[in-house]
């Protein structure tokens, strides 16, 4: 290996890492990736070693979770951070770095989230369910026996205790590591997304998933808002409709700081920022019980009351932003929802359709 280094450059031994990867030599790039990291523990690019054997061993399974973990990808963001430079190889460099590290927790946070909500550990789940109960049942019994029968209970119940208090422990420590693991996917996501734009199509849509599908968990609010405030709002705006469709659920938890009020801060803000891509979205919310008097089955359509009182309330508070913008844009939705209800004939399909006389003398709206 020292004849190796004296005949390539470090970066010529990074790419032949590299090189063995692509073949599938996995054990040789992997080793050689090592090898390089241990001979240069303070260049910059050391950053990439360790994130390139992480995500290898991670990919190859060749290792334990906690292992990448801490000697890799940790280290590999860690040193990344360590480096002052913002010229833009470095900003990836970070970018990266955190995405790999993201990427390899939410993964598994997803294996742990599985687990406990397997059968099989739902089973193990009645079982303790089981021991507890047998346990009280021979404390009783250990009250009221005699003298020679409480040796037997006693070791029947130190037994059951044994069990019960190991379960428990596994069973706190995968909710531990599965919180542990939500909580640095999360934050590397975040951090992804404030440092570059390489990855920003695969984390946001990953991390407003996360956001709807855990947001009774108080510390995934939390991130939420912290993710809305370091991050920039254009980032948002392909899933503008999505968020906005969320808005004013009543099932999303009570208090201040519910992911309601993070929801709504984020619409805010991205209709601050980008008025003409959220603007329409919130009206469609708030034209949601406008149903045309003379529709067939208008008994049947079902109005969520919430999402529209979401909406308008949002509006009234943009109002001191975009107040011309959000005015002409009702006039324009008013319009449209108007000409949708005008009543048509199948015989009147090629003949030309006469207005109403308002509608023809509107003015011309500046959008």
């Known amino acids: 290996m020292q004849q190796l280094k004296l005949l390539h450059p470090r970066n010529n031994l990074i790419e032949e890492a590299k090189l063995f990867r692509a073949q599938g030599q996995n054990e ?29 061993l991670a990919e190859t399974r060749s290792s334990n979770s906690r ?10 963001v860690s040193i990344a951070e360590d480096v002052k ?12 770095t955190h995405f790999h590290l993201a990427h390899y927790t939410d993964a598994l946070f997803r294996s742990h989230e599985e687990r406990l909500n397997s059968n099989e550990w739902q089973s193990a789940m009645r079982l303790r369910k089981h021991k507890t109960v047998e346990l009280e049942a021979l404390i009783k019994r250990f009250r009221s026996s005699t003298k020679g029968e409480k040796t037997d209970y006693t070791m029947k119940i130190q037994e059951l205790q044994k069990q019960l208090a190991m ?13 542990n693991f939500l909580n640095l996917a999360l934050e590397g996501y975040k951090h992804c997304l404030v ?4 990855y920003d199509v695969r984390v946001v849509f990953r991390i407003v998933s996360l956001w709807f599908s855990l947001s009774s968990r108080k510390h995934v609010v939390n991130s939420m808002l912290s993710t809305i405030d370091e991050v920039q709002s254009f980032k948002f705006i392909p899933l503008v409709y999505q968020i906005a469709s969320r808005m004013g659920s009543s099932k999303d938890g009570q208090g201040p700081l519910n992911f309601q009020f993070a929801l709504v801060s984020l619409v805010k803000k991205m209709a601050i920022d980008h008025p003409y891509h ?21 008994s049947s359509f079902v109005v969520d009351m919430d999402k529209k009182h979401a909406a308008e309330n949002l509006l009234n508070e943009l109002s001191s932003y975009h107040g011309a913008i959000i005015q002409q844009m009702r006039q324009m939705v008013d319009i449209y929802i108007r000409l949708a209800e005008m009543e048509t004939k199948k015989e009147d399909t090629n003949k030309r359709v006469t207005l109403p006389r308002d509608l023809r003398n509107l003015p011309v709206l500046e959008l």
């Open 28 to 56: 040789m790039a992997i080793n050689l990736g090592i090898y390089i990291s241990k001979e240069n523990k303070t260049n910059e690019e050391t950053s990439d070693i360790y994130r390139l054997i992480g995500k290898w």
């Open 67 to 76: 292992t990448i973990l801490e000697q890799y990808l940790k280290p590999a």
């Open 85 to 96: 430079t913002a010229d833009k190889k470095a900003m990836e460099r970070r970018c990266q």
């Open 167 to 179: 379960d428990k422990e596994e069973d706190q420590k995968l909710q531990d590591d599965r919180d």
């Open 195 to 198: 440092i570059g734009d390489k």
């Open 278 to 298: 959220t603007v329409l979205q919130l009206l469609a919310l708030a034209n949601g019980d406008r149903i045309k008097d003379k529709q067939r089955s208008r």
